[in-house]
């Protein structure tokens, strides 16, 4: 399995980004593909996850309508999309995109349910 994680970099406070991650080697009628961040010296977070099949998307309490989650592509090889608006010097973080199969509802935003990881891109919003 394969995950690579682009689209980072340096945006004003206010503006967008749109990450993108290539996931392959997979096939994924049973995945879920979450985002997560992970700023200096805190945890990871859980920002938002997508159901391959079935599209059903979940989100972090503090996203508060700012990003959409997204996915292209059939198997495969699918592309996961984390459109980010409105972007806060708090967003600041190295962003993952992670996979696994079978995740049941309440471990959707957990970082340790998910075996599979892409590399980070980092996103910095200045103020």
């Known amino acids: 399995v394969q995950l690579q994680a682009s689209g980072g970099g340096l945006v004003q406070a206010g503006g967008s980004l749109r990450l993108s991650c290539a996931v392959s080697?997979?096939?994924?009628?049973?995945?879920?593909i979450g985002w997560f961040r992970q700023a200096p010296g805190k945890e990871r977070e859980f920002v938002a996850a997508?159901?391959?099949?079935?599209?059903?998307?979940?989100?972090g309490d503090f996203v508060k309508g700012r990003f959409t989650i997204s996915r292209d592509g059939a198997q495969p090889r699918t592309t996961i999309n984390l459109q980010m608006n409105s972007l806060e010097p708090d967003d600041t973080a190295l962003y993952y995109c992670?996979?696994?199969?079978?995740?049941?509802?309440?471990?959707?935003?957990?970082?340790?349910?998910?075996?599979?990881w892409g590399q980070g891109t980092l996103v910095t919003v200045s103020s």
């Open positions: 997508i159901r391959w099949a079935s599209r059903h998307t979940y989100y």
């Open positions: 992670a996979v696994d199969d079978h995740l049941i509802l309440s471990s959707i935003r957990q970082a340790k349910e998910y075996g599979y």
């Open positions: 080697g997979r096939t994924f009628s049973q995945s879920t």
